[in-house]
């Protein structure tokens, strides 16, 4: 396993649930991070309590990375302070609940932009520099419904198969170079995730949820073990084992029918 002591992280998404997570668990383990996201005031109270407990480095870049052009501008905001960056906890992003048809296009287009473009051009110009000094640590966030298609999340589970099937080809692309990617694919988790994609929560929901420490634990575990990919919980593994072994068309029935009952 890495020894990620003194080791700079950044992690995207940092303000609250898994995101916040990840920052405690890598201060837990001696790293310094860079926490990136839209809401200073959690992000600025977060980086206090890390460094009075675990006396760590950190740094906060406020950012709103559905914007255009704003993981370059998070690249170079780091690249100004000087620091190198070790482990990149691609965390960000989030989700649209509805009928495709009629959701709003631009919180549909910034919610693509977040999760694949933002996504990739961080990965892009942060492997860049890992493959140059021979080495680096890669964790990309994707999600269970990355692995079918879901009615209500359709635009939202796409984006989250593009990170998946992205993150395992970099996991084989990269690692001749020392780079090491994993790919998280949580379940349903304790967060404001469906509150902010706009969907209440259901019984099936409720009875599959897991704490955000519990997911970013695992996700942590898997990526200091060059694993290529996770899925935290046994009952999110076999759902999706079993759901793979009908045909297409009633595996996204089933998608479906789980995220709304």
Do not use: C
């Amino acid at each position: 396993m890495d020894d990620i002591h003194n080791k700079w992280a950044l992690v995207t998404g940092a303000s609250s649930g898994i995101g916040a997570e990840f920052a405690q668990q890598l201060a837990q383990r001696g790293a310094n991070l860079v926490l990136a996201a839209r809401s200073t005031g959690a992000m600025e109270a977060l980086a206090t309590q890390l460094r009075d407990t675990h006396g760590v480095q950190v740094l906060v870049l406020p950012i709103d990375l559905a914007q255009a052009g704003a993981a370059v501008t998070l690249y170079a905001s780091v690249a100004r302070q000087a620091i190198v960056i070790d482990i990149l906890a691609n965390n960000a992003g989030f989700g649209v609940f509805g009928d495709f048809h009629a959701q709003a296009a631009d919180r549909t287009l910034e919610m693509l932009q977040l999760n694949i473009v933002s996504l990739t051009e961080l990965t892009q110009v942060f492997a860049a520099d890992m493959v140059r000094r021979g080495g680096g640590q890669i964790l990309l966030v994707a999600s269970i419904l990355a692995y079918q298609a879901t009615p209500g999340y359709a635009a939202y589970a796409a984006s989250k198969a593009y990170v998946l099937q992205f993150g395992e080809a970099l996991h084989v692309e990269l690692a001749g170079h020392g780079v090491n990617v994993t790919v998280l694919s949580p379940g349903v988790t304790q967060t404001s995730f469906l509150s902010v994609s706009g969907q209440a929560v259901t019984p099936f929901q409720r009875l599959m949820m897991k704490a955000p420490r519990t997911v970013a634990a695992e996700g942590l575990a898997a990526l200091l073990a060059r694993r290529a990919v996770v899925m935290p919980g046994l009952a999110n593994r076999l759902m999706v084992m079993m759901n793979r072994l009908a045909p297409r068309l009633l595996q996204s029935r089933i998608a479906g029918y789980l995220m709304t009952h």
